[in-house]
């Protein structure tokens, strides 16, 4: 570089004026940074070892080079730079404002699964989890548009009533039934519908299985591949017929 000889002549002082040495090594560090050359500016901090902040400053190249890229919309290489920069002032958060960038940068393009990963990145960054919502929600719209029933129907319950999606599931179960009637067979094991079944009311009901006893008539015969409940046939003992007991009830309405 541009200092390079200068670097050479400070080696020649020794063990002389090591806190002018010090002071040069600093001086030209600073005039790297201002030249973006972040690993050089770096290299000759680190080499003014104890002087003044220089120990500091060995980090902050590498922050100006994220801002620089960040500037540029190069978002992996950003990230990549304020890695670099450790602990130097607010790096860590902007890691995540490189990646939630990135992730609104997808989004503008529909590029809807790279968003999601962008997002997730960011580490709950500002609105983040929302916006990965919406991605998601969208994802689920494009597979609906394409005809991909199963996927879109399992992929809005999974928004967990975000927006419409309830209302998006519901407008697709006949052709998401008919796709599974089509493409399964006796023996089979797919999934339909959620319960909770985890203990764990904190996250979303898990999906439940269904094993294919038999197919015939445009019907199938399911039996769950789990237990996913205990109820009585009858909530009060007395005489009761299938018609009028709460088992029924519940499997009409709660279920």
């Known amino acids: 570089?541009?200092?390079?000889?200068?670097?050479?002549?400070?080696?020649?002082?020794?063990?002389?004026?090591?806190e002018q040495v010090a002071a040069n090594y600093y001086a030209i560090g600073e005039k790297y940074l201002e030249q973006h050359q972040w690993e050089e500016a770096s290299f000759a901090f680190k080499k003014a070892g104890s002087y003044s902040d220089a120990k500091a400053r060995s980090s902050e190249p590498f922050y100006r080079e994220g801002e620089a890229l960040l500037a540029e919309n190069k978002w992996e290489d950003a990230a990549a730079a304020f890695k670099k920069a450790?602990?130097?002032?607010?790096?860590?958060?902007?890691?995540?404002?490189?990646?939630?960038?990135?992730?609104?940068?997808?989004?503008?393009?529909?590029?809807?699964?790279?968003?999601i990963e962008a997002f997730q990145k960011a580490n709950f960054y500002k609105d983040s989890a929302d916006q990965i919502k919406i991605c998601e929600y969208n994802v689920a719209v494009a597979l609906k548009n394409t005809g991909k029933y199963k996927e879109a129907y399992d992929a809005f319950i999974a928004l967990n009533g975000h927006a419409d999606s309830k209302a998006q599931a519901d407008s697709i179960l006949n052709e998401h039934r008919l796709e599974i009637y089509q493409s399964t067979k006796v023996g089979d094991i797919f999934t339909f519908g959620s319960y909770e079944q985890d203990?764990?009311?904190?996250?979303?009901?898990?999906?439940?299985e269904w094993l294919v006893l038999?197919?015939?008539?445009?019907?199938l015969l399911l039996l769950s591949l789990y237990?996913?409940?205990?109820?009585?046939y009858n909530e009060k003992y007395t005489w009761v017929t299938w018609e009028t007991c709460t088992l029924r009830k519940w499997l009409n309405n709660d279920f």
Do not use: C, H
């Not at 038999?214 to 019907?219: G, L, V």
């Open 199 to 208: 203990a764990n009311t904190v996250n979303v009901k898990e999906y439940i």
């Open 1 to 18: 570089g541009k200092y390079a000889a200068g670097e050479a002549s400070l080696a020649s002082f020794g063990q002389y004026g090591n």
């Open 86 to 115: 450790g602990f130097y002032s607010d790096a860590n958060v902007r890691i995540n404002e490189t990646y939630y960038m990135q992730g609104l940068d997808f989004m503008a393009n529909a590029n809807w699964s790279a968003a």
């Open 214 to 219: 038999a197919k015939e008539n445009n019907r």
């Open 227 to 232: 237990a996913l409940d205990s109820q009585p």
